[in-house]
């Protein structure tokens, strides 16, 4: 792939995210493509349509924003900032991180791999949980009162 097919298959993938197009994104991965974010591995596009439904279930209005994008075949390198609404409850290695409704900001680089059928892996760093954890502590501190 090309520099130039890699920029614009980010640019759809980005595009399907903040159309809620799950079927667009889910098809942007090779059929055996692995989301890779802390020590949550998903491998394969029926489990990374299972992941990518619950989170955005829990995350609504979201909008990703590309500040940086750098490409080096097969590489694209990608900084982000994504607004969302922390409208249902989630599960996570912590426990469970009940629903806030409160907006909040994610910051974050995703560093993707491709080969000719979409993404092979995508490596996701991000504050997510630690905005999520601290979401959910101020709606504990705001519940006690």
């Given at each position: 792939m090309t520099n130039e097919q890699i920029e614009e298959r980010v640019k759809a993938f980005v595009a399907a995210q903040n159309a809620n197009d799950l079927d667009a994104l889910v098809s942007a991965y090779s059929p055996d493509g692995t989301r890779v974010m802390g020590a949550s591995v998903t491998r394969g596009r029926e489990a990374l349509r299972r992941t990518y439904e619950r989170?955005?279930?829990?995350?609504?209005?979201?909008?990703?924003?590309?500040?940086?994008?750098?490409?080096?075949?097969?590489?694209?390198?990608?900084?982000y900032t994504e607004h969302a609404t922390h409208a249902a409850s989630v599960e996570t290695a912590f426990?469970?991180?009940?629903?806030?409704q409160k907006e909040f900001d994610?910051?974050?680089?995703?560093?993707?791999?491709?080969d000719e059928q979409g993404?092979?892996?995508?490596?996701?760093?991000?504050?997510?949980?630690?905005?999520?954890?601290?979401?959910s502590n101020s709606h504990r501190a705001a519940t006690s009162r």
């Open positions: 989170v955005w279930k829990a995350l609504t209005n979201r909008t990703m924003t590309v500040h940086r994008l750098t490409v080096a075949a097969p590489r694209a390198v990608i900084e426990g469970e991180i009940p629903a806030s994610i910051h974050g680089c995703g560093v993707m791999d491709f993404i092979r892996e995508l490596r996701v760093y991000s504050d997510a949980l630690f905005q999520m954890l601290a979401l």
